[in-house]
C-alpha cells in the first residue's frame, strides 16, 4: 500500500488503517471485558465477494454498534468464528468497509470527525434536523457516495436512521437495494442500549451480556418486488416489525418509553 494511497472518497489508506488499529484497541474491552459480546453467524462473512455487500442493521446507539461490527468482521475474515478474542485481526483490517451515518451527528465534535474518517459516508436526513422534523428531498450526492462505497466495499446501514426501536423502516435503504442490487446481509444486535449511553462512548452498567446475529443473505427479487415488498422484509429481517411487538414484555416496552423521553432533547 502507497503511504498516501487514498479510498474514492479521499481518505489516506494508511492513516485509516492506524485509526482502526488504535481505535479498535481502546474499544476492544467494550465488547470483550467490560461486556461480553455474544457473536452468531459471523461464518457468513469470510464467504461474501469483496464488494457490493450491503448490511441492515437494527440501531441502539450511535457508535458502539457500528465499532463492534468493524471488530466482528474483521475477526471473522481472519478466521475467527464467533468471536473477537486476541486483536491480532486489527492488525490488517479490512479498509474498503463502511458505515452510512447522519452528518450532523458526524460532525459534532472532534471525536465523531476522527470515527467518520475511518468510514463514515454522511448523508443529510430528510427527515429530522437539529432534533427537530423535518421535511427535505433526498440528495443526489448521498445516494453517489453510497454508490461509490458499494462498488469499492461493504456498506453498514442502519435502514430506520433512528436508535429508536420499532420505527419505521427508510423507504431510501429499500430503492439502493432495487438499483444497485447488492448482497443484502441483515444483523440483529442486542444490549448495546443497556451497556453504553445513547453517544455509545460512555459505558453506562458493565456486565451486559451484548448480541449480534448475522443472518444468510436476504432473498431479494431485484427486479419484480416492490419497494414495500423489500421494506417488509428488511423490517423481518433485522427484527423490527410490528409483529415482534406482541413478543417484547409489556413493561419492557414501558420502560423503553420512557427512556426515549428522557432522551428527545438530546436526539
Known sequence: MGLFKRNPFGHILF?????????????????????????????????LPDTNVLFVSNHQTYFADVVAMFHVFNASLSGRVDSIKNIGYLWQPKMNLYYVAAKETMQAGLLARVLAYAG???????????????????????????????????????????????????KGTA????????????IVIDGFRRSFDKKGIRIKKRGILQSMVIKPPLDIDYDNDSIDDVVEKLEFAIEQHPSFLKVIPQSELEAEEELNKKRQWEY
Do not use: C
Open 15 to 47: 492513516l485509516k488503517k492506524w485509526l482502526i488499529r488504535i481505535m479498535g484497541s481502546m474499544t476492544h474491552r467494550r465488547y470483550r471485558g467490560f461486556n461480553e459480546l455474544q457473536i452468531e453467524g459471523s461464518e457468513i462473512i469470510k464467504n
Open 175 to 186: 430503492h439502493i437495494i432495487k438499483q444497485y442490487k447488492p448482497i443484502v446481509i441483515p
Open 120 to 170: 463514515a459516508i454522511t448523508v443529510e436526513r430528510t427527515w429530522r434536523s437539529g432534533g427537530k422534523d423535518i421535511k427535505r428531498q433526498v440528495k443526489v450526492s448521498d445516494i453517489t457516495n453510497i454508490s461509490r462505497a458499494l462498488d469499492d466495499g461493504w456498506v453498514i446501514t442502519f435502514p430506520q436512521g433512528t436508535t429508536k426501536p420499532f420505527k419505521p423502516i427508510r
